[in-house]
């Protein structure tokens, strides 16, 4: 029997751990991650426009940096952190993010929202206080066909802010 003669199993068991909750699914070995935390985890929010990782609209977190969950599979997933756009806040709390493309008006459509917030939180990680141009190099890879990228540019900068100032009044408390 020859290496091409074996065929590579219909199923396996997957377990990921997705915004700090570990999940088991048995799936195909091709399953993508997009389609694993859309369809099998029911986390919509990770949204998939082009299939080619071309937009950014899919990118999660794996182990906080930011990845295009369309290009990634299930499989490769495992023994690491995913974080979603779903993990990045509550109803009842966003996070600096999501807080900041309110405040600075940074979505229209919401589409590529969720790929933009799972970038600069990963960006801000990095860089807690970003320049304007900075900032507009950091989300260069996503793509958004309503704004012209000045409201979100500001967002990134004022995520910056917010999360600067919420270290600060955890740090007086």
Do not use: W
């Not at 099998?40 to 940096?65: I, Q, Y």
């Amino acid at each position: 029997m020859t290496d091409l003669d074996q065929t590579a199993p219909a199923t396996v068991d997957v377990t990921l751990r997705v915004n700090g909750v570990e999940h088991t699914r048995t799936v195909e070995p091709r399953r993508l991650l997009s389609d694993f935390l859309r369809h099998d985890l029911r986390l919509t929010g990770t949204h998939v426009g082009c299939e080619h990782g071309v937009c950014g609209a899919c990118t999660v977190l794996v182990d906080g940096d930011p990845m295009r969950s369309c290009l990634m599979f299930a499989v490769s997933a495992q023994e690491h952190e995913i974080t979603t756009v779903e993990g990045l806040g509550t109803q009842d709390s966003m996070g600096p993010v999501q807080q900041a493309f309110v405040e600075c008006h940074g979505l229209q459509c919401g589409f590529c929202t969720p790929g933009f917030v799972t970038t600069i939180t990963a960006f801000i990680a990095e860089n807690p206080d970003p320049t304007i141009d900075e900032a507009r190099e950091a989300v260069s890879g996503n793509l958004c066909r309503c704004t012209g990228y000045q409201n979100i540019c500001k967002a990134v900068v004022r995520a910056a802010e917010i999360t600067r100032e919420r270290a600060d009044e955890d740090g007086a408390r």
